[in-house]
């Protein structure tokens, strides 16, 4: 009868724009819908990745002492994948071992890339109004590196697989706008008018090794079809 209780009260409390890709006593991955913040700001708290699976964990009771910690960020624009922790020692262990976490995203961008695969590299700064841009001053950014792969093309837009080799704030969205292929619907760094409904921005794919017993971990959404449909 308890375990029945137990699955009613989740359902009930299914989190808001999230859909749980796998949970267990040290970790929540999710699949983020694109609008959704993953954490609070000083203007908004409650519409948030984060608000909304702490209710998740605690079934809907405010007294409920389980929790959760985040891991790591998407821009409010991106959809995808997102970890958060269990407790204070999963969070500090996969954070440890975040430089080596792979990371594929999809990114639907105009125009095409000098070649069907590469690397683009450049050092990042972010400046004091939350914009980040590319330097030639190695003493001011940090360096980057963002792989990419074609996977499809589609009356000039291109569809591609972003294999993120370092973690800067707004790193894909920058390289790509750096080398002429701004990402549909990125009013920020790449066309300021067009129809795209959404960022075109997926986080696809994740792996990284539990914090708990150090075994690999591998976690896929699937295509949203506003991708899929440029693929090959």
Not at 66 to 82: M, N
Not at 121 to 149: I, P, Q
Request: proline content about 4%.
């Amino acid at each position: 009868m308890l375990e029945k209780k137990n699955k009613k009260s989740r359902g009930k409390h299914q989190p808001k724009g999230q859909i749980i890709l796998h949970e267990d006593r040290d970790i929540i991955v999710v699949d983020k819908a694109p609008g959704l913040l993953t954490m609070g700001t000083d203007s908004q708290k409650e519409e948030t990745a984060y608000f909304r699976l702490t209710d998740y964990v605690r079934k809907g009771n405010p007294k409920s002492r389980e929790r959760i910690f985040i891991v790591h960020r998407l821009d409010r624009e991106v959809s995808g994948i997102l970890i958060f922790a269990r407790s204070e020692a999963a969070q500090q262990a996969l954070q440890s071992q975040w430089e080596n976490v792979e990371k594929h995203y999809l990114a639907l961008v105009h125009g095409t890339p000098p070649a069907s695969e590469g690397v683009f590299t450049s050092y990042l700064v972010e400046n004091g109004v939350h914009n980040v841009h590319s330097t030639n001053d190695a003493t001011r950014g940090k360096l980057s590196h963002t792989e990419y792969k074609v996977l499809g093309q589609l009356n000039g837009v291109t569809l591609l697989d972003i294999h993120l080799l370092t973690g800067r704030k707004h790193q894909i969205r920058v390289h790509l706008a750096d080398n002429h292929l701004p990402i549909l619907g990125d009013k920020k760094y790449g066309v300021k008018q067009g129809t795209a409904r959404r960022l075109a921005l997926h986080a696809k794919s994740i792996a990284f090794n539990h914090p708990y017993n150090g075994k690999p971990c591998f976690f896929e959404t699937r295509t949203p079809h506003f991708f899929s449909q440029f693929a090959v």
